[in-house]
């Protein structure tokens, strides 16, 4: 797909996470003008020159107004934080000062109206209760004045890269029944069309991959990839162990809550799911089978696997 080519930068935050590096590659794929905010500019030495480098954190609204001078849109996506809410609330609310059209990727609940959001939020904050900041900021974003295009996206293929050495021994310990799973390269794409593409409309988007996949798919793709059996064996502690080896702080706990909950799910994406992620992509989404293929390729030929760089062993 080809769009116009902004003269302004879009501004991506997170560019140094899982999701805001596929944004930035989208983008530059696209030969879009590109500015990053982040708090560490040595982490972003590897991208092009022409990559403005805007330096700050989400706790400092002055460094934000900077950031956001002569932006053509932006995307958001909420880091795992204690504080999320109000750094969603500083980003936003500059956005809307600044006139800014702002994309945002995460969780949220999609109800039509406020009151079946509610009540969704309300539900999902039951099963999830780490999830109800992070529910009330999109919901915040969803009726800001930013035009605000929301990205849903299910649980991230490239989630199973924490448990890279089991997998190579085997098994398969995440806990998954039957849900909705998406590419990040997917999210990337979707959400660099969302952001160039004037006739995208404002609204909610659900980003998922062509199918449900549960823990004894996703173990089937990995064996076939890697050509050797791996059983689907879920273990909560072993989870625990695996999310605080490949991760710290917030985001190890956001992690350790939610797999306890996914392998109970039997929510396969819908047919609506489905032609919302194509409609954005412009094509199919990628396959988890696919995705593993691709990623065993990759982890055999000693180059870093998609989007997690640090995980990467021999085969
Ligand atoms: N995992 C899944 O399967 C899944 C599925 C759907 C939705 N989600 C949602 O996706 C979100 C996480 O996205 P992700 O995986 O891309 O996160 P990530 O890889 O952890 O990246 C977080 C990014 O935010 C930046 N950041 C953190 N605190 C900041 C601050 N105070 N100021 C400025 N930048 C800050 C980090 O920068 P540094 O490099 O400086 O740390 C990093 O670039 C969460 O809200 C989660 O609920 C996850």
């Known amino acids: 797909m080809s769009f116009p080519r902004p003269t302004q930068p879009i501004l991506v935050i997170g560019a140094t996470g899982s999701i805001g590096s596929q944004v930035v590659r989208a983008l530059l794929e696209h030969g879009a003008p ?26 400092d609204r002055e460094a934000i107004a900077r950031a956001l001078r002569g932006v053509h849109a932006a995307f958001y996506v909420s880091p795992h934080d204690a504080a999320e809410e109000q750094l969603a609330e500083n980003f936003v609310s500059e956005c809307e000062r600044a006139g800014v059209r702002l994309v945002f990727s995460g969780v949220y609940a999609d109800g039509r109206t406020r009151f079946v959001r509610w009540l969704q939020r309300t539900l999902f904050g039951v099963m999830l209760p780490h999830y109800r900041p992070k529910l009330r900021l999109a919901e915040r974003i969803r009726t800001s004045r930013t035009g605000a295009v929301m990205l849903i996206p299910g649980n991230y293929f490239q989630m199973d890269e924490v448990c890279q050495e089991e997998l190579l021994a085997g098994r398969y310990p995440l806990p998954l029944g039957v849900v909705s799973r998406v590419d990040t390269r997917d999210v990337g794409d979707a959400a660099a ?28 793709h990995w064996a076939a990839a890697l ?20 991760y710290s702080g917030r985001k190890a706990l956001d992690c350790q809550k939610t797999y306890r909950l996914t392998g109970r799910l039997k929510m396969p994406p819908s047919p609506a799911a489905i032609r919302q992620t194509e409609y954005l992509l412009g094509r199919a989404a990628r396959s988890h089978a696919d995705y593993a293929r691709e990623t065993v390729a990759a982890w055999r030929a000693g180059v870093p696997a998609p989007a997690t760089p640090e995980l990467t062993a021999t085969v």
């Open 34 to 59: 590109v500015r990053v905010f982040v708090r560490s500019p040595q982490k972003v030495e590897h991208l092009p020159l022409n990559v403005e480098v805007a330096v700050g954190t989400l706790e």
């Open 193 to 220: 069309r969302a952001l160039l593409d004037p006739t995208v409309p404002p609204g909610d988007y659900t980003l998922t991959g062509p199918a449900g996949v549960d823990g004894e798919a996703t173990a089937a």
């Open 227 to 246: 050509g050797r059996p791996v059983i689907y064996a879920p273990d909560i502690p072993e989870t625990d162990a695996i999310l605080a080896r490949a």
